[in-house]
């Protein structure tokens, strides 16, 4: 019997149910995906539909809403995109050169346990949600600080919430700057510190701002700092440092307790602006990037 | 005054040494010059250097300091509190003399719905990890994950106005559905606040489901992609369909990545603020873990009361709080970090 080789056929065909599971998987795997896409839709096209009556409305981005009754449909939102711009500028001003001095203490210097302290405790800071950092604001700068309320409170709680969005992304970009280009600076004499300053830093340049206007952009909506920091205010204040000054979420937050229909508009018209803002920050950041790509090939 | 060796200059030399341990040591420098070639250089490297190390520190106190100050501020509530802090359902601080706050509801809500959005959300996000990674053509697979990315560009608060206004009536006969089918079990039972208006942990853990979604995908994502090639390519040529390559290689060397992605989506859930304020309507009883209740979070009850943060001892209340949900979400993020053995970004 050993003789004759026992020889089937070389290749079976599929089993049906390994063929269904298989394709119940790709259909499967395939919907997670669709049903992803769905709220994304919704929500844009619930936010352009029901906001942009109000937005090409007149005096939408050149006025405030002082003097203007709860149930008129008049006035605009410039003073709450003015707050917007202004504490989250504030807290891009006070993050940016922290983060990136920061990021280059972990991949230039940093080695051993401190370094990776630090790079824990960015992970940690990632973590933490907005409004504890809006309370530990309150708890340092009003409470025990005895600073009043203002904008400049909300862009310190900002801050926390920016510096490790920054600190990852500059880390990111500096580690892609290639080694033989800071080894070339060093055989030439310069220091370490010109080195990363002068060649490793603007080699890096294009990503990192992509990286900052991110950052920005994820600020910017944040509802519970403005919450807990800052009182609202219907009409404009330029001043960071004292008064009560609107920002768009906090404008939504406030107009939702509106029953007016007009009030109802604003609100929907000012997350159409503020998800216009933020939109155009990313695409200026996916513009970056391109530039980025472009040019490292 | 000698100058010492290099050795005392802040981050200077260790000269060719062995790499940094681990997969961190890609692109790290290992050449480093020696500085003061003309004098000067020593100073500037020494300065910047320092400069550097004080910018890392920062960050170290930031935490530091979190944590110390809420740590002053609530306890003096915390010993004027009449009630237990950890059991009582209670949440009073209008009397600042007789204050009575606990957070077990807080407590309830906040795991409540944030486990509810993680059941959601976890098996989607892999479903759409393992699609970008192994199923979608090459060419479209970046900018269908860009579209998952877009998600989490969508201010919460845009959020929170959609899930009440559009989503809510929506989920209603859904939720009408589960009450009436599967209403024997806790978690689908009657809850303490009206069907109608979805102002439910239903809507807020559908809501916070949407919103978790891109950071649990990425940084699956991230680890799908890294399944060694080779292992890919022996469970074709043993003659695996898709469907097992997929769960023989990518599911169990992505595992730690979704444990982790997993993690991360969880904090976020936990510390959503402003989404789950609008949301969620309160409730005169409380609620026994069903996802028809309402309540408040810990997050949201903090932002309720923001606006009367005036005098100390009530606010206090409001610290502890928030204390506790620190304390949480750190250990959430410390776990995430334990299961991807390292960096977890994503962020």
Redesign the interface.
């Known amino acids: 019997m050993l003789e004759v080789p026992a020889k089937g056929p070389t290749f079976h065909p599929?089993s049906p149910i390994?063929?269904i599971?298989?394709k119940?998987?790709?259909v499967?795997?395939?919907?997670?995906?669709a049903?992803?896409?769905v709220?994304?839709v919704?929500?844009?096209f619930?936010?352009v539909e029901r906001g942009v009556k109000a937005v090409v409305g007149q005096g939408w981005w050149t006025r405030s809403l002082a003097g203007v009754l709860p149930d008129q449909f008049a006035g605009g939102v410039y003073h709450a995109i003015y707050g917007t711009v202004l504490q989250a500028g504030i807290a891009a001003l006070l993050s940016v050169?922290?983060?990136i001095?920061?990021a280059?203490?972990?991949?230039?210097?940093?080695?051993g346990t401190?370094?990776k302290?630090?790079?824990?405790?960015?992970?940690?800071?990632?973590?933490?949600?907005?409004?504890?950092?809006?309370?530990?604001i309150?708890?340092?700068w009003i409470?025990?600080l005895g600073f009043p309320q203002s904008a400049f409170a909300v862009s310190l709680a900002l801050v926390?919430l920016m510096?490790?969005?920054v600190?990852?992304n500059t880390e990111?970009m500096l580690?892609?700057?290639?080694?033989e280009l800071?080894?070339a600076?060093?055989a030439l004499?310069?220091?370490?510190?010109?080195?990363?300053?002068r060649v490793v830093v603007p080699t890096a340049l294009p990503g990192i701002i992509s990286g900052l206007l991110l950052a920005l952009?994820?600020v910017?909506?944040?509802?519970?700092p403005v919450?807990?920091l800052v009182g609202y205010a219907r009409s404009i204040n330029y001043d960071a440092f004292n008064g009560n000054m609107a920002s768009l979420?906090l404008l939504?937050?406030t107009e939702?307790t509106n029953p007016e229909a007009a009030g109802r508009a604003r609100?929907?018209g000012a997350?159409l602006t503020?998800?216009v803002i933020?939109?155009a920050l990313?695409v200026a950041a996916a513009f970056l990037n391109r530039y980025l790509t472009r040019h490292r090939t | 005054m000698t100058i010492k060796p290099d050795s005392s200059v802040?981050?200077?030399p260790?000269p060719v040494g062995p790499p940094?341990s681990g997969h961190t040591s890609?692109?790290?420098?290992?050449?480093?010059?020696r500085?003061?070639?003309?004098g000067?250089?020593?100073w500037?490297?020494r300065?910047?250097?320092s400069?550097?190390?004080?910018?890392?520190?920062?960050?170290?106190g930031?935490?530091a300091?979190?944590a110390l100050?809420?740590i002053?501020?609530a306890v003096p509530s915390l010993q004027a509190n009449k009630a237990n802090f950890i059991t009582s359902t209670e949440f009073n601080t209008t009397d600042a003399g007789n204050l009575r706050f606990g957070i077990a509801e807080l407590f309830q809500v906040t795991i409540l719905s944030s486990l509810f959005a993680l059941a959601i959300a976890v098996?989607?996000?892999?479903?759409?990890a393992?699609?970008?990674t192994?199923?979608?053509p090459r060419r479209l697979a970046r900018p269908?994950g860009v579209?998952?990315d877009?998600?989490?560009?969508?201010?919460?608060?845009?959020?929170g106005?959609?899930g009440i206004?559009?989503?809510a009536p929506r989920l209603e006969p859904v939720a009408a559905f589960l009450n009436a089918h599967l209403g024997w079990l806790f978690l689908f039972g009657k809850g303490n606040v009206s069907l109608s208006g979805g102002g439910t942990i239903f809507t807020a853990g559908v809501v916070l489901a949407?919103m978790i979604?891109p950071i649990i995908?990425s940084v699956t994502r991230e680890v799908f992609s890294l399944t060694p090639r080779g292992q890919v390519e022996a469970a074709q040529a043993l003659g695996a369909?898709?469907?097992?390559v997929?769960r023989m290689t990518v599911f169990p060397y992505g595992r730690s990545g979704m444990i982790a992605g997993s993690m991360?989506g969880l904090?976020?859930a936990?510390?959503?603020?402003?989404a789950v304020l609008?949301i969620l309507r309160s409730a005169a009883q409380a609620g026994h873990w069903s996802v028809f209740d309402g309540g408040y979070t810990?997050?949201s009850k903090?932002?309720s009361a923001?606006?009367e943060?005036s005098s100390?001892l009530p606010?206090g209340a409001?610290?502890a709080a928030?204390l506790v949900?620190?304390l949480l979400?750190?250990v959430?993020?410390?776990l995430?970090?334990l299961a991807a053995g390292g960096?977890?970004?994503g962020?």
Request: hydrophobic share 60%; glycine share 8%.
């Open positions: 599929l390994r063929k599971k298989n119940l998987a790709t499967l795997f395939a919907s997670a995906f049903v992803a896409t709220p994304l919704w929500v844009l619930t936010v050169p922290l983060g001095m920061a280059i203490y972990l991949v230039e210097y940093g080695r401190f370094a302290v630090t790079t824990f405790m960015v992970d940690i800071l990632a973590g933490v949600p907005s409004i504890v950092a809006a309370l530990f309150f708890a340092l409470s025990t926390l510096l490790p969005v600190v990852r990111e580690k892609l700057v290639p080694d800071r080894e600076s060093y004499g310069i220091p370490k510190w010109k080195t990363i300053l952009a994820r910017m909506g944040e509802t519970a919450l807990v979420p939504i937050y939702l609100v929907w997350a503020l998800i933020v939109g990313y | 802040v981050g200077s260790a940094r890609i692109m790290v420098s290992t050449v480093v010059p500085s003061g070639f003309k000067g250089g020593r500037g490297d300065i910047f250097g400069v550097a190390l004080a910018a890392g520190a920062t960050i170290i930031a935490i300091l979190m100050f809420l002053i501020q098996p989607i996000a892999i479903g759409i393992a699609f970008l192994n199923y979608a269908f579209l998952v877009m998600l989490a560009a969508v201010p919460s608060i845009v959020f106005l959609w206004f559009v989503l949407v979604l995908t369909t898709k469907w097992e997929v991360l904090g976020r936990l510390g959503e603020t402003v609008i810990f997050a903090i932002a923001a606006a943060f100390k606010t409001y610290i928030g949900l620190f979400t750190f959430v993020n410390a995430a970090r960096r977890v970004s962020g």
